[in-house]
């Protein structure tokens, strides 16, 4: 309560001075929601998966902070998807051992917060293109980047209305492989719409069938497949993503 009271105050003060934009609350620790929740007008929700180029990321960390969000604050939440390369930051080990999250990456991410009712993205970090990206050893590698983040940013803004639908989506059956990553499918109805979003958390491969009950739906990304009566199935590797529309 001594930690919480002054930034309470603070919230509160900055609401009174100006009404009209919100204060928002960022933590990358779930177990703090529920204390740390009342301290702005919006919770944001940050985990950063992708780190040095010999690991296999998974993004289990990004789906622990919706579900203990929606479990034990009870709180609705905004998220804050990695789009950063760790070695710009890191002082312990050398920048060429890690490396930039793949488009892919970014989009599974933000993907996977639609499936969890996150009701806006706003990305990490653009100083680090900005200012940070200034001292990037490989020449070119902000620019190369870059392009995939605004892709990813692209595809939110078409798929705003689901962000915002109302009704929270219906979770789809999957049915997945012995060896395959947490597969998880849910299907949206926004302005007369449906579409299936299907993620895997990674690490490994990824299998599954989705028993949707809708025919015809066709992939966007090319990772799933149709196999007749509404039945379609999904394979990718890693920290992945599709949509069926």
Not at 10 to 18: A, E, I, K, S, W
Request: positive net charge; hydrophobic residues 40%; charged residues 25%.
């Amino acid at each position: 309560p001594s930690t919480l009271d002054p930034i309470l105050k603070l919230r509160f003060t900055v609401n009174r001075l100006d009404p009209f934009h919100p204060a928002a609350t960022l933590t990358d620790i779930p177990q703090n929601y529920l204390h740390f929740g009342p301290t702005g007008d919006l919770l944001m929700v940050d985990k950063y998966p992708v780190r040095k180029l010999t690991d296999e990321p998974s993004m289990s960390s990004v789906r622990e902070c919706f579900e203990l969000a929606a479990k034990e604050g009870r709180l609705g939440c905004w998220f804050v998807p990695q789009c950063f390369n760790w070695g710009l930051y890191s002082r312990r080990s050398p920048y060429h051992s890690f490396r930039y999250p793949t488009e892919l990456e970014i989009r599974s991410q933000c993907l996977l917060a639609l499936n969890h009712r996150a009701r806006a993205v706003i990305f990490y970090a653009h100083n680090a293109f900005a200012h940070q990206g200034r001292r990037d050893p490989i020449k070119g590698a902000v620019s190369e980047h870059w392009p995939r983040t605004a892709n990813v940013v692209r595809l939110l803004r078409k798929l705003e209305p689901f962000f915002l639908e109302v009704k929270p989506p219906v979770p789809v059956k999957v049915k997945a492989a012995e060896a395959s990553s947490r597969i998880e499918a849910k299907m949206h109805t926004a302005d007369g719409k449906q579409i299936v979003v299907v993620t895997a958390d990674g690490p490994g491969k990824a299998d599954a069938v989705l028993y949707t009950g809708k025919a015809g739906l066709k992939s966007r990304f090319g990772f799933t497949v149709d196999l007749g009566n509404g039945n379609y199935r999904f394979t990718s590797k890693g920290i992945s993503s599709d949509i069926l529309e």
